[in-house]
């Protein structure tokens, strides 16, 4: 069996070691377009956790049995050729959870506490020359007692909400689907939302519901000194909206994904001011190596799991 691992770049160091089990494997570390077709042409599985897989690929592709998506989201591969070519395409679901619960918090602790400020307060000399033994300069406050509005209560939303509470906030929720109706935590609207809560976490998918859900006039709305956090996608809250108000309100911005990634060279975000309010990282809340571990696990386990059914339907 040939197996084609077309961005493997995207999991790091991750160990591949699982995939030599299982056929002839031939590893790229990225994959442009144009070399796409003639990477896949004989493979009978491919694995992309990025890459795009379009009907013309499939339909060129007459070995191929089985799309590997290292992912949960399968908007990079063409499904209804997929399924009309009788290709299955296999995507991993739950694998990053943990770690994105985990960088959420991350973010909020960074912005929260000042750490760009404090670290480099100590770093450049400023602490040895004190007249005092700290510096509270910066104010940073408890989550015990604040409110917290979560965007997305999906399992992702739940993991953030059960810890937000055990620090003692007050969580709410909205439901961009308009299907969630857990009694668990208050649902609102999300106009009440974001003007009551302190602090503000997104973790919705982008759809036609979500983009530009939180615009300039929605952010506006916000009460000063508020946190907003997305790592759902990007597009959900409009970029140029956040260069805009940073630098006219007090306003705290953690972003893990955006519109477009790569970020571009140009981006209106690189040029705000208050840059202490505004912390990026480049889409990795998912990436611990425990989930890039589970989730390459689970694309071995795929792949096993369709050799085994078609070893049994041809007996």
């Known amino acids: 069996m040939k197996i084609v691992i077309l961005d493997a770049l995207t999991f790091g160091e991750t160990i591949l070691s699982g995939f030599f089990k299982l056929g002839d494997v031939d590893i790229f570390q990225t994959t442009s377009q144009e070399q796409t077709q003639d990477r896949i042409a004989h493979a009978d599985v491919i694995v992309t956790n990025k890459v795009v897989i379009t009907e013309a690929h499939i339909s060129s592709s007459p070995a191929l049995k089985l799309i590997c998506v290292a992912a949960t989201g ?135 519901k979500t983009l530009n859900l939180l615009d300039y006039e929605q952010l506006l709305t916000c009460r000063d000194g508020a946190v907003v956090l997305n790592l759902g996608r990007g597009g959900i809250v409009n970029e140029n909206a956040i260069a805009r108000i940073v630098d006219e309100k007090n306003i705290y911005f953690g972003l893990d994904v955006l519109k477009k990634e790569p970020m571009e060279q140009n981006h209106p975000l690189l040029n705000v001011k208050n840059r202490d309010n505004l912390y990026i990282t480049p889409h990795i809340a998912w990436a611990s190596v425990e989930a890039r571990e589970r989730l390459i696990e689970s694309v071995v386990q795929n792949i096993k799991s369709f050799i085994i059914k078609q070893t049994t339907s041809q007996n």
């Open 74 to 208: 399968m908007n990079n591969v063409d499904l209804e050729a997929a399924k009309k070519m009788g290709v299955e395409v296999k995507n991993v679901s739950g694998y990053s959870t943990d770690s994105v619960i985990q960088h959420t918090f991350s973010m909020l602790f960074y912005l929260m506490g000042h750490s760009r400020y404090y670290d480099e307060y100590v770093k450049n000399g400023s602490y040895s020359k004190s007249k005092i033994f700290t510096d509270v300069s910066h104010p940073f406050f408890e989550i015990k007692g604040k409110k917290w509005g979560i965007i997305g209560l999906g399992t992702i939303g739940r993991g953030v909400a059960s810890i937000a509470t055990a620090f003692g906030a007050e969580v709410c929720y909205y439901s961009t689907s308009g299907k969630n109706s857990t009694k668990d935590y208050l649902n609102v609207e999300l106009e009440q939302l974001l003007k009551t809560s302190h602090i503000i976490s997104i973790h919705a998918p982008l759809n036609e």
